[in-house]
């Protein structure tokens, strides 16, 4: 339980991070784009513990399995990654989009098989980031277990 915890807090945290308020938020004239990303898992995946934060700042976004529509930001817990693959899109342009996950190990007493990640992010139907990521047994969270990509801030302007 107390994994489950800091693993979404940490989550959480790096989800605030990667969201701003600007004035250019709520101007049209074509600024953002649309986002999909996919998350596909393999090997024993089920045997660890995983989140994913998804960020789309300006548009909701929706479950590519069941077509829900689904609040920004998104935090995926274990529950929502047991199954192979999870496909998320933005309902319209998105100002700023970020994807960050985390994963570690499900019993510290067994030894599970390694599991993989590959989370393939689309920006208007084109890939523009792939991230392969491998995770073995004993390993706690670290720089190597976490994904991050953070897309299109160019559009965010601080202050």
Do not use: H
Request: charged share 25%; hydrophobic share 40%.
């Amino acid at each position: 339980m107390r994994k489950y915890l800091y693993l979404s807090a940490v989550c959480v945290c790096m989800a605030l991070c990667f969201v701003g308020c600007s004035k250019d938020d709520d101007e049209p004239g074509g600024k953002g784009a649309m986002y999909e990303v996919t998350i596909e898992q393999s090997g024993d995946f089920r045997s660890f513990i995983k989140s994913v934060v998804v960020v789309a700042n300006g548009t909701r976004l929706k479950d590519g399995a069941t077509g829900e529509s689904l609040a920004s930001p998104l935090i995926l817990s274990d529950e929502e990654l047991a199954v192979e693959k999870v496909t998320l899109t933005t309902t319209g342009k998105a100002i700023e989009f970020a994807v960050s996950g985390s994963v570690v190990d499900g019993e510290d007493g067994v030894v599970n098989e390694p599991m993989q990640w590959v989370v393939t992010v689309y920006k208007n139907g084109k890939e523009i980031e792939k991230k392969s990521l491998s995770f073995r047994d004993g390993k706690e969270i670290g720089m190597d277990d976490l994904i991050c990509i953070i897309i299109d801030v160019t559009a965010w302007s601080p202050g």
